[in-house]
């Protein structure tokens, strides 16, 4: 079994994405093509520019009775620690050494050639040649004029007349040879500009008869090689850009990424690592899941998927050595959802990192919106959303103002849903027990190691901490909260109740529970919404974080705060000034700690409250006092409750 997948061009003979038509139908244009000609591979980094240059070479090039000599050029090996002046120089020198080795033509003869390459490039070409060859081309070209050799052609002119005969010199000693087939490799890894000035340089000195270039190089690089020439590119300015490239290039050829069959090389290479047996590359229903959730995320690009195979890889046998019977029990169960949630943090780490401060992504709400800052949407923007399938949730409609923040998550919030949905309904659908929250966050703490991230680690979970304890404790002494009626006086019949799913307690020592909301469906009872608990330790001290919502009454279907009332503004800031005296207790500074405010549906809330250790958080005081600020905290929104209004009249 293999660990990895090599991120290496694939061999002539490799055809896993099913790109052999691509390149059958190049062949056969190349074959019957007329030169010069210019034929550019478009396509971002890692889409497969080199295996498809591979397949041609192999073919036209080394294949018995193959109609053309070839020479290939890595540009970015020649240019690898070398200025721009040098890596032209040392590319343009490889190039004609290439050919002129073909061609069998002495020193003599190749030295007078590169003379020629410093009468095109002046006095810096001559000057580098010499410090890297010992040549002075400098006192080569005067001897040269001296000796009566022509001086009335441009440098350009001559060049290109000597390299058109030690084109036909090398294919008469090479009988059946069509031509020379050129292909140029790396250049979108070199500076733009220079690769800019690489194509100009090709253009005007090897436009002859019988060659044939094939270059690996996007239209985005040109365009930001253009930049120091023509600017940034605009709709006025856009022409110029086009027509540089439509006068370098004669056939552009987009690699067709979008049409990549992925199948057989992702389920193949996931099962090469371990990470799927073979009864389960033959399930259907998985593979297809693998595969959307491929698609939606890194794509088709094969040096994503490689690097996504490579990281699940070094995932499983990680939990292989730290997990227990039961944790491989869970893995076997969820590979698919793992799968997932690192093509997340591979493709979108900015929502893989919202994913590990909030995992239960169903309940993003306000609080979440107010953590993240996130944006308001645009006026009828919400009910666009609304009209989408992707984005009619709540949660989605969340999300949408997450990738909103960023040109290149906006751009792709339709796939991320697309993975969060189908995880959501995944783990509904098979988990009894957990929430979808938890099996998020239990499986992201597998995925951990292979997260890329310039903060700094957090500080580790207290030592000699009993984690099954410690969310038992939580249940039923802190959030159980004994005697909770009681505390909201006589109006308040208790029907909220502390609850979780949650059956372990996880990274960070998180866990979450839910307050159902504290009403019953009598019209006159405080209510004070709808509570989210989160207890963590943030690496040097225990926090507890409590989120919530206030719409008047339950459901906020039927009511709503009517805060264009004209007289709301003194009991809304008595309101607001009573809640952060309930904190109080806590020593939670209004000022600082506290986090409230008002849209045009509902006030939104949270607190974060320390406390010292696990004994405090369960002890009798601490629920006690938590219970009776929350207590305060819904009588202080109970003063708003005359301001309600009927959502629908």
């Given at each position: 079994?293999?660990?990895?997948?090599?991120?290496?061009?694939?061999?002539?003979?490799?055809?896993?994405?099913?790109?052999?038509?691509?390149?059958?139908?190049?062949?056969?244009?190349?074959?019957?093509?007329?030169?010069?000609?210019?034929?550019?591979?478009?396509?971002?980094?890692?889409?497969?520019?080199?295996?498809?240059?591979?397949?041609?070479?192999?073919?036209?090039?080394?294949?018995?009775?193959?109609?053309?000599?070839?020479?290939?050029?890595?540009?970015?090996?020649?240019?690898?620690?070398?200025?721009?002046?040098?890596?032209?120089?040392?590319?343009?020198?490889?190039?004609?050494?290439?050919?002129?080795?073909?061609?069998?033509?002495?020193?003599?003869?190749?030295?007078?050639?590169?003379?020629?390459?410093?009468?095109?490039?002046?006095?810096?070409?001559?000057?580098?040649?010499?410090?890297?060859?010992?040549?002075?081309?400098?006192?080569?070209?005067?001897?040269?004029?001296?000796?009566?050799?022509?001086?009335?052609?441009?440098?350009?002119?001559?060049?290109?007349?000597?390299?058109?005969?030690?084109?036909?010199?090398?294919?008469?000693?090479?009988?059946?040879?069509?031509?020379?087939?050129?292909?140029?490799?790396?250049?979108?890894?070199?500076?733009?500009?220079?690769?800019?000035?690489?194509?100009?340089?090709?253009?005007?000195?090897?436009?002859?008869?019988?060659?044939?270039?094939?270059?690996?190089?996007?239209?985005?690089?040109?365009?930001?090689?253009?930049?120091?020439?023509?600017?940034?590119?605009?709709?006025?300015?856009?022409?110029?850009?086009?027509?540089?490239?439509?006068?370098?290039?004669?056939?552009?050829?987009?690699?067709?990424?979008?049409?990549?069959?992925i199948d057989d090389f992702l389920m193949g290479s996931l099962v090469e690592i371990g990470y799927l047996d073979a009864k389960e590359k033959g399930d259907k229903s998985l593979c297809e899941a693998i595969t959307a959730y491929a698609l939606d995320s890194v794509g088709t690009n094969p040096r994503s998927l490689k690097r996504l195979i490579n990281y699940l890889s070094l995932i499983k046998l990680v939990i292989a050595r730290t997990t227990d019977k039961q944790d491989d029990a869970d893995f076997a169960k969820w590979k698919d959802v793992l799968f997932a949630l690192v093509s997340l943090q591979i493709q979108y780490p900015k929502v893989y990192d919202a994913l590990l401060a909030e995992p239960n992504f169903p309940n993003w709400g306000e609080a979440f919106a107010q953590r993240e800052d996130l944006p308001a949407l645009a006026t009828g923007e919400a009910e666009k959303l609304k009209a989408m399938t992707e984005f009619d949730e709540p949660w989605e409609q969340?999300?949408?103002?997450?990738?909103?923040?960023?040109?290149?998550?906006?751009?792709?919030?339709?796939?991320?849903?697309?993975?969060?949905?189908?995880?959501?309904?995944?783990?509904?659908?098979?988990?009894?027990?957990?929430?979808?929250?938890?099996?998020?966050?239990?499986?992201?703490?597998?995925?951990?190691?292979?997260?890329?991230?310039?903060?700094?680690?957090?500080?580790?979970t207290p030592e000699n901490f009993s984690k099954s304890q410690y969310l038992k404790d939580l249940r039923d002494k802190t959030l159980g909260m004994k005697g909770l009626k009681k505390g909201f006086g006589a109006d308040f019949d208790g029907a909220g109740a502390i609850t979780s799913e949650q059956s372990k307690v996880v990274s960070n020592l998180a866990a979450t529970f839910w307050m159902s909301p504290l009403s019953g469906i009598a019209e006159n009872r405080n209510y004070l919404g709808l509570l989210t608990f989160r207890v963590f330790h943030d690496g040097s001290s225990f926090q507890l974080k409590i989120w919530g919502e206030f719409w008047g009454n339950t459901p906020k279907e039927r009511f709503r705060i009517d805060f264009a009332a004209s007289d709301i503004q003194t009991d809304l800031a008595a309101a607001e000034a009573a809640y952060c005296a309930a904190w109080a207790p806590f020593a939670v500074s209004a000022a600082v700690d506290k986090n409230i405010g008002h849209r045009p549906e509902n006030i939104w809330w949270n607190i974060t409250v320390p406390f010292k250790d696990h004994d405090e958080l369960v002890s009798d005081a601490f629920s006690e006092k938590l219970r009776g600020s929350l207590a305060a905290v819904a009588n202080a929104f109970a003063s708003l409750l005359k301001y309600r209004v009927p959502v629908n009249p």
């Open positions: 079994m293999n660990t990895n997948v090599v991120d290496q061009p694939a061999k002539a003979d490799e055809d896993r994405l099913h790109m052999g038509a691509y390149a059958d139908a190049l062949v056969e244009f190349i074959q019957n093509a007329q030169s010069p000609l210019t034929i550019a591979l478009q396509g971002e980094w890692g889409s497969g520019k080199t295996s498809l240059m591979n397949a041609l070479k192999a073919r036209l090039v080394d294949a018995g009775e193959a109609p053309y000599l070839g020479v290939w050029i890595n540009t970015w090996q020649y240019a690898l620690m070398s200025n721009p002046d040098e890596a032209i120089l040392n590319i343009l020198s490889g190039i004609i050494g290439q050919v002129s080795s073909i061609a069998k033509t002495s020193d003599e003869e190749r030295t007078r050639l590169l003379c020629r390459i410093a009468r095109v490039g002046g006095g810096v070409v001559s000057d580098i040649f010499k410090k890297y060859s010992g040549v002075d081309l400098e006192k080569n070209v005067k001897e040269w004029s001296a000796n009566g050799n022509d001086v009335t052609k441009s440098g350009v002119e001559d060049l290109k007349d000597k390299l058109a005969k030690l084109v036909n010199d090398a294919l008469q000693k090479a009988p059946g040879k069509h031509g020379f087939l050129f292909f140029i490799d790396d250049l979108d890894r070199i500076d733009p500009p220079v690769a800019v000035q690489i194509l100009e340089l090709l253009k005007n000195i090897f436009d002859i008869p019988h060659c044939i270039f094939v270059l690996a190089i996007d239209y985005g690089v040109v365009v930001k090689g253009l930049k120091p020439k023509f600017g940034e590119m605009t709709a006025a300015n856009e022409r110029e850009f086009r027509s540089f490239f439509d006068k370098i290039i004669q056939l552009p050829f987009s690699m067709p990424v979008a049409n990549y069959t969340m999300l949408f103002r997450f990738c909103s923040r960023d040109t290149f998550l906006k751009a792709r919030a339709l796939n991320i849903s697309r993975i969060l949905n189908r995880i959501k309904t995944r783990v509904a659908a098979a988990n009894q027990n957990e929430t979808v929250g938890e099996t998020v966050e239990w499986l992201m703490r597998l995925s951990a190691v292979t997260n890329v991230k310039s903060e700094p680690a957090q500080a580790a």
